[in-house]
């Protein structure tokens, strides 16, 4: 083959390159990409249970930990680090991902700034919202559901 077929050969080579690392960039970028959804209000105080939630987490997903329980206490720090109460061995899990806290007889759940997010009942969340019995906490790959 001559030098100038080559030539052509590497820059058509490079620009496929160049076209599929772009494409790779635009599909993370629409998958993670999120709009600020608006935060879940809190149910109003009739349909809350007469005894309050009990403030714990069941964990649903993932299969391994399927009906583990943890009692959220005053707080309840979610991440990777191990100095979170709950250690989550996932790699969508920031070090330090989110909080379930107990304020006034409430428990809210809070995003400690993940790069992933939080989502309560399928919706991500930007600010704490308040967790009536039935929600479901979403942090990576692990669902969990308030009571």
Known sequence: MSDAVLTLLKFVLLGALYAFFAWVLWAAYR????EPAPAVAAAPQSTRATSGPRGQVTIL??????????EIGDELSIGRAAACTLTLD????????????????QHLVEDLGSTN???????RITAPVVLVPGDRVQIGSTVMEFA
């Open 31 to 34: 998958q993670f990409r999120s």
């Open 90 to 105: 996932d790699t969508f899990v920031s070090q330090q991902h989110a909080r379930l806290v107990r304020r006034d007889r």
């Open 117 to 123: 997010g939080t989502f309560v009942n399928r919706e």
């Open 61 to 70: 997903e993932p299969p391994e930990l399927h009906g583990s329980t943890m």
